[in-house]
């Protein structure tokens, strides 16, 4: 069965630079979810989006924007990176938004040097 | 904000042995999902619950969304060394588009 494809596995960028992390739902789920999951810790909601808008927001930074396209892939940008950043960042889809069944991605694992 | 505290925070079993873990929140949730992690890899869903009490199955899993809907727990029968990893659980509030992930239970299982 398809699952979540997120793009790229891995990503080095250097300080101040900028990344763009991209997200394909499983087909038919027009909802998804962002999340980073720093060292040991659980992950953490940035944001999420349902039929292309905005629908929830986490604790994500102003350097950070997000969109949901007409295919339903997402794409989170990320600018002015810090070393803090760091992290893996998760993509979910559902099928419906808002207590469904949420699946996950394998994750890109960001290194900010 | 919301909180989901599992616990045990660590746990190590032998081989065969039973365990059981569980969240709890000072909120209330209408949806409890269960996932477990593998080091470097995205989290996997082993359960999803929808109702107050509901009690679901998956294998050797059994996991039960609490009556007061504030807790979950996830219960694994005949742990065998597959079942390493790290343990989460993970909530969705009425009205919200999100999930609160808990703070997990890592597992390690004795050959």
């Known amino acids: 069965a398809a699952g979540v494809i997120q793009s790229p596995r891995h990503l080095i960028k250097e300080k101040r630079e900028t990344a763009t992390l991209k997200c394909y739902p499983i087909?038919?789920?027009?909802?998804v979810y962002w999340y980073q999951q720093g060292p040991g810790q659980d992950p953490q909601f940035l944001i999420s989006?349902?039929?292309?808008?905005?629908?929830d927001k986490g604790s994500i930074p102003d350097r950070f924007s997000a969109q949901q396209f007409s295919d339903y892939h997402s794409e989170l940008n990320m600018s002015s990176l810090e070393l803090g950043d760091s992290a893996l960042y998760f993509c979910?889809?559902?099928?419906?938004?808002?207590?469904?069944?949420?699946?996950f991605g394998q994750g890109t694992r960001l290194t900010v040097v | 904000g919301q909180q989901l505290n599992q616990s045990p925070q660590s746990m190590f079993i032998q081989e065969g042995e039973d365990v059981s873990m569980n969240c709890t929140s000072s909120?209330?949730?209408?949806?409890w999902l269960w996932y477990k992690q593998d080091p470097g890899e995205g989290p996997v869903l082993l359960i999803a619950?929808?109702?107050?009490?509901e009690l679901t199955s998956n294998g050797r899993l059994t996991a039960q969304f609490g009556i007061t809907r504030k807790d979950s727990f996830l219960n694994i029968s005949a742990s065998i060394p597959s079942d390493v990893g790290i343990y989460f659980c993970?909530?969705?509030?009425?009205?919200?588009?999100?999930?609160?992930f808990g703070t997990g239970t890592r597992l390690k299982v004795l050959a």
């Open positions: 619950l929808y109702k107050a009490g």
């Open positions: 979910a889809s559902s099928p419906t938004p808002g207590g469904d069944e949420a699946f």
């Open positions: 087909p038919r789920h027009d909802t």
């Open positions: 909120s209330i949730f209408n949806t």
């Open positions: 993970a909530g969705c509030t009425s009205g919200t588009y999100k999930y609160i």
């Open positions: 989006f349902y039929e292309k808008m905005q629908s």
